[in-house]
């Protein structure tokens, strides 16, 4: 079955420490993959996508994910977080052969100690 | 470019009433999503439309929800009646559907049903 798993709930980090937020994937057809963003309040915001290519991808706010795909995982990593950083963050997948739909992880709960 | 319109941004009700959400999607933009976010979850696809027609709605929950959008532009989400595992928040997206179906969301709708 398809399905994308953040394994942490909560991270407490430390302004100015780094950050990776770990995604992986169980997916049959050739993957898309997101990191979105929702702030309290918000509505979900597109950080950065992966289709194709450079397995690096950079997005907004310094965030980057790379793609492993003998590891079915796309990590979130920032190097240096901001406490505006605070929020929860997702991972979702789609496919062309799933008329594009996404299917999301449960989120990550970022807290950013001053 | 305006971004996804929802409204209302709140809304509380008692069990069995009845309530409507509405959605206006960024300008040209063919599809358009209705999610469902439990407190603590990711998203929930309700239902899919392209145009104003149908893609997938199989995981609306027929006998009390209901989606339409007429002339493929706003949408239309009801509940009724209401029940209490109702409550949560209303994400509407939409997608251009040109590069590989990236959503757009609105700031979306928290239902609580008391």
């Known amino acids: 079955a398809q399905s994308v798993t953040q394994p942490d709930i909560h991270i407490t980090v430390s302004e100015g420490a780094s950050l990776e937020l770990r995604c992986n994937y169980s997916?049959?057809?050739?993957?898309?993959l997101f990191w979105y963003v929702q702030s309290p309040g918000q509505g979900l915001q597109l950080l950065l996508k992966y289709f194709s290519g450079d397995t690096l991808v950079q997005g907004i706010k310094g965030f980057e994910a790379e793609f492993k795909r003998s590891q079915s995982s796309f990590n979130l990593r920032k190097p240096s977080v901001h406490w505006s950083d605070a929020a929860e963050y997702f991972c979702a997948v789609g496919s062309m052969d799933s008329n594009y739909q996404l299917i999301w992880g449960a989120g990550t709960k970022l807290i950013i100690k001053p | 470019e305006a971004g996804v319109a929802q409204s209302p941004r709140y809304k509380i009700i008692e069990k069995r009433q009845s309530v409507a959400f509405w959605c206006n999607p960024i300008s040209g933009h063919a599809t358009l999503y209705w999610y469902q976010q439990i407190l603590g979850q990711g998203p929930k696809l309700l239902i899919q439309?392209?145009?104003?027609?149908?893609?997938?709605d199989s995981q609306l929950p027929k006998d009390r929800f209901s989606a339409e959008r007429l002339k493929g532009v706003d949408s239309t989400l009801k509940i009724q009646p209401a029940k209490l595992e109702d409550s949560a928040v209303y994400l509407c997206?939409?997608?251009?559907?040109?590069?590989?179906?990236?959503?757009?969301f609105g700031p979306g709708t928290r239902l609580t049903v008391l």
């Open positions: 997916y049959g057809a050739t993957p898309y």
């Open positions: 997206a939409s997608s251009s559907g040109r590069e590989y179906n990236e959503q757009f």
């Open positions: 439309f392209q145009n104003n027609g149908v893609v997938d």
